[in-house]
């Protein structure tokens, strides 16, 4: 076999495991957008035989949708917010002053991340409970910012390394303050990195089922993560069509939010010309 066959294989390999892997995204996207439109939808990918919105109609009620998607902004807009700020704080220390601390920090809090959702939800659950933080939205905002805190912070004091350190030098000599070089120098300059982590931070939030479920007890405080679940109803009955046209719904703050920062994080970090040897 010469070597331009082996390379033609070698591409029909790689070609075939993408269009597998593109398959297994594609089918469920299109079961979705396809059953929405369905009036007899059901578990199978299919041209509907009429296409009709009465399923949107169904869900586009106050208690079906627009409380649920509302508490879902609350809680993971705020949680979001609070990540990225606190990130903001912690990452610059980590990434400007050098200390034998930094190191074994960084391990813990990347330690923290591979704990089990479940194996600490028992004793924040307690916790929550004996400071009266429990069935509130200030709690779980609280406690959504604590779970994505030690990713976002590796993510930002990466991101923030890529900033020079002598444009801040130069901004202390004008007489500026670290928390002024902060807002005004590091913080414009690496947007891209700030973009990532506000939407890894806020996608985390926005798919989760069990936090919520956990530490809110009141039905009106529910978010979208968890009053989906009433479209799968009793002995393994399933209105298709409805569940369908709501995740289309509850999917639409994720994909603005994507479409609006996209441009920002393309355009990378225009440093090249910033600092001059």
Same mark, same amino acid.
Request: positive net charge.
């Given at each position: 076999?010469?070597?331009a066959?082996r390379?033609?294989?070698?591409?029909l390999?790689?070609?075939?495991?993408l269009?597998?892997v593109?398959?297994?995204?594609?089918?469920?996207?299109?079961w979705?957008?396809?059953?929405a439109?369905?009036?007899?939808?059901?578990?199978?990918?299919?041209?509907?035989?009429?296409l009709?919105?009465?399923?949107?109609?169904a869900?586009?009620?106050?208690d079906?949708?627009?409380t649920?998607?509302?508490?879902?902004?609350?809680l993971?807009? &705020?949680?979001t917010?609070?990540?990225?700020?606190?990130?903001?704080?912690?990452a610059?220390?980590l990434?400007?002053?050098r200390?034998?601390?930094n190191r074994?920090?960084?391990?813990?809090?990347?330690?923290?991340?591979c704990?089990?959702?479940?194996?600490?939800?028992?004793?924040?659950y307690?916790?929550?409970?004996?400071?009266?933080?429990i069935?509130?939205?200030?709690?779980t905002?609280?406690f959504?910012a604590?779970?994505?805190?030690?990713?976002?912070?590796?993510?930002?004091?990466?991101?923030?390394?890529g900033?020079?350190?002598?444009?801040?030098?130069?901004?202390?000599?004008?007489?500026?303050s670290?928390f002024?070089?902060?807002?005004?120098?590091?913080l414009?300059?690496? &947007?891209p990195?700030v973009?990532?982590v506000?939407?890894?931070s806020?996608?985390?939030?926005?798919?989760?089922?069990?936090?919520?479920f956990?530490?809110?007890l009141t039905?009106d405080?529910?978010?979208?993560?968890v009053s989906?679940?009433?479209?799968f109803?009793?002995?393994?009955t399933?209105?298709y069509?409805?569940?369908?046209?709501?995740?289309v719904?509850?999917?639409?703050?994720?994909?603005?939010l994507?479409v609006?920062?996209?441009?920002?994080?393309?355009?990378?970090f225009?440093?090249g &010309?910033?600092v001059?040897g």
């Amino acid at each position: 076999m010469t070597a331009a066959s082996r390379r033609t294989n070698r591409r029909l390999a790689a070609d075939t495991g993408l269009l597998v892997v593109a398959a297994a995204f594609v089918l469920p996207l299109a079961w979705v957008l396809l059953s929405a439109l369905d009036p007899h939808a059901d578990l199978r990918v299919k041209i509907p035989d009429g296409l009709t919105l009465d399923n949107f109609d169904a869900v586009l009620t106050p208690d079906v949708t627009f409380t649920p998607l509302l508490n879902s902004l609350i809680l993971c807009g &705020g949680g979001t917010l609070l990540t990225v700020v606190c990130a903001t704080l912690a990452a610059y220390p980590l990434s400007r002053f050098r200390s034998r601390f930094n190191r074994p920090f960084l391990l813990t809090i990347l330690f923290a991340t591979c704990l089990p959702i479940t194996a600490v939800m028992v004793p924040v659950y307690a916790l929550f409970v004996r400071v009266n933080l429990i069935d509130t939205m200030q709690g779980t905002i609280f406690f959504f910012a604590a779970s994505q805190l030690p990713f976002a912070v590796w993510l930002m004091k990466n991101f923030m390394d890529g900033v020079p350190r002598e444009l801040e030098e130069a901004a202390w000599t004008d007489g500026a303050s670290a928390f002024q070089s902060l807002a005004r120098i590091v913080l414009p300059l690496m &947007g891209p990195g700030v973009a990532v982590v506000t939407v890894f931070s806020f996608v985390m939030m926005w798919g989760n089922f069990f936090v919520p479920f956990m530490l809110l007890l009141t039905p009106d405080q529910m978010p979208a993560s968890v009053s989906i679940n009433d479209f799968f109803g009793n002995r393994g009955t399933v209105v298709y069509g409805q569940l369908a046209a709501f995740s289309v719904i509850y999917s639409t703050p994720v994909i603005l939010l994507y479409v609006l920062v996209a441009r920002r994080v393309g355009g990378g970090f225009a440093l090249g &010309g910033a600092v001059k040897g």
